[in-house]
């Protein structure tokens, strides 16, 4: 029975200082957030599973949980890829109703005003970027927040706030709405509160999960971000050709809902559930190692402490201080990874944009025939990013396997747009492998090197950074996700060969960026090999 019930002491929430999937000794109590008079009470007198059951079991929910979260808030940012399609089409190649009052000479009747016009690309990418422009500020801003704020809170006011604007675009058709103020006012509201979801999901895996297996495990719940596009395409794509208003208001009453959901259900820490937590660091690495040590890892997390302390302060009642924006700025690593994003992102979110769109005007199919088969890029950047996890956790080469999906995503680029519509079989080989190559990288960045970079061995435990680290690579990524769109409408009128090459030189400086954190990589690979070189000619000398 799962019940409300105020939090009267403290030192009811209890938090433990095991190792990730090991059990271990109950660490010091965790003071409630500021302003978390009420908690959900999940617990019962007598526990009905033993502790790492039911530790699992939560796990479980919480990874269901935060995928359906983000998966909802990239449904509700999908459909404007969809309907720009049905805002401005080809009238003459569509059969104009009887009861018509428009002049046949009128070669505009079938579109949507403001976007009627010659100039609609530009347009259309104006509302785009109203949204990834706020959407990178209010990004900044966000982490912020989420670090002082019970996420259960932020997270739910944010989808409640997020499916209002979303509809509202959507009502836009049935109010017959015909100015461009409204709907980019609009988009710049749904920008700025939909930074409350990434940060805030992000904190909430991380406060759940240690480093052990942490690529391949976020690299399969990334996966909500193909899975919300791909719903929220579907979902558009069912009205689009008729009431294209639906396509925004159903995805926007979904996300609402889930709000309140997340309000009832979200369990921020493990401790709130007098469950253990997580080790992030163990002790021998309170020092900074070298690419001569082995084991060493550019980021601070040495090979056999993957699992390590919570870092809960020591004090009982006491709760670690939240890191500064520029504090965090300085962690290693988050710099290069910031600015690869930005380029990785710019790539992704142009093909989020605008793919429905090329493939209308090139391949001639019909708009819900091109939402539906852009769908396919999201297939392949769920296999991307699971891939990219799973490798990279192999290998230990968070920024090697980047670079190296970069540099395949590049020639993959110009051989879709020069072959990708010659037949139905080619583009759909070609959508998911560029998908793959693409949001790779891109999931692996915002997922598992936020983690690992927010649970830095430098902040000496204290986890209240990976809001802000999160905030701030995603952020920096958001700005090249408003610049795509951009270019991408500024320069498609030249042609859309010219479109490829700048997503192609996009990729190219994104890989660039990581060379300093690849040739650290493979300096620890290369003393981790040496050791055990040495270890086997001194095994066999003994023998």
């Known amino acids: 029975m799962h019940l409300l019930t105020p939090v009267a002491d403290s030192a009811q929430l209890i938090s433990a200082g095991e190792a990730d999937g090991d059990s271990g000794p109950r660490g010091p109590s965790r003071a409630p957030h500021p302003g978390r008079a009420w908690e959900l009470d999940w617990g ?3 526990p009905l599973f033993p502790p790492q059951t039911q530790r699992t079991g939560y796990r479980g929910f919480i990874l269901l949980l935060t995928f359906f979260i983000y998966t909802c808030y990239h449904m509700s940012r999908k459909p404007i890829s969809v309907v720009k399609s049905r805002l401005h089409q080809n009238c003459s190649e569509i059969i104009q109703p009887p009861n018509a009052t428009h002049s ?3 070669t505009t009747w079938c579109n949507w005003p403001p976007f009627d016009q010659d100039n609609y690309k530009e347009l259309l990418g104006a509302v785009d970027n109203a949204f990834l422009v706020a959407y990178a500020i209010g990004m900044f801003i966000s982490g912020i927040f989420g670090e002082r704020l019970p996420l259960r809170y932020y997270l ?3 989808m409640l706030l997020s499916g209002l604007f979303t509809s509202l675009f959507g009502l836009g058709y049935f109010w017959d709405i015909h100015v461009l103020w409204y709907y980019v006012l609009i988009q710049i509201c749904n920008g700025l509160v939909q930074t409350t979801g990434w940060p805030s999901v992000v904190t909430c895996v991380g406060n759940w999960f240690g480093k052990g297996r942490r690529g391949l495990i976020m690299g399969i719940w990334n996966s909500h971000t193909s899975v919300g596009n791909i719903l929220g395409s579907l979902i558009a794509g069912l009205w689009v050709s008729e009431r294209w208003g639906l396509s925004f208001v159903v995805p926007g009453v979904i996300t609402a809902a889930m709000g309140i959901v997340t309000f009832l259900f979200l369990i921020e820490y493990p401790e709130d559930v007098d469950c253990t937590t997580p080790q992030h660091h163990g002790e021998q690495e309170e020092k900074q190692g070298s690419p001569e040590d082995p084991g060493y890892n550019p980021y601070g997390h040495q090979e056999g402490s993957l699992e390590a302390s919570a870092g809960w302060s020591k004090e009982p009642s006491a709760q670690p201080a939240a890191i500064s924006f520029w504090g965090a700025l300085m962690i290693p690593g988050v710099i290069e990874f910031s600015l690869c994003l930005l380029f990785a992102k710019l790539v992704s979110y142009t093909f989020l944009y605008w793919l429905p769109l090329y493939i209308f005007n ?12 852009s769908t396919l890029f999201d297939v392949g950047g769920i296999t991307g990013g699971i891939l990219a996890g799973l490798i990279s956790d192999y290998t230990n080469g968070r920024a090697t396997t980047c670079c190296v999906m970069l ?5 993959m680029l110009f051989l879709y747009n020069r072959f990708g519509q010659s037949g139905i079989a080619s ?3 070609m959508l998911i492998v560029c998908g793959a190559l693409v949001n790779g990288p891109y999931a692996l960045i915002t997922t598992a090197v936020s983690a690992d970079l927010g649970t830095h061995q430098s902040l000496k435990g204290n986890a209240k950074a990976l809001s802000t680290v999160t905030a701030i690579i995603d952020g920096t990524g958001s700005i090249g996700a408003a610049l795509g ?4 409408g500024l320069i498609s009128p030249t042609g859309w ?4 090459y700048m997503l192609i030189s996009a990729d190219v400086l994104a890989c660039l960026l990581l060379c300093r954190l690849v040739y650290k990589e493979i300096l620890a690979w290369k003393s981790h090999l040496s050791q055990g070189t040495g270890s086997c000619v001194a095994l066999t000398h003994t023998q």
């Open 44 to 46: 019962l007198a007598e």
């Open 104 to 106: 046949p000479n009128d």
């Open 156 to 158: 739910s006011a944010g």
């Open 362 to 373: 090139v391949a001639h199919f019909s708009a819900k025939e091109a939402g539906d088969l």
């Open 407 to 411: 540099i395949l995503a590049a020639p």
């Open 427 to 429: 583009s759909i080989v």
């Open 485 to 488: 769109p951009l270019l991408a």
């Open 497 to 500: 060969n010219n479109v490829f």
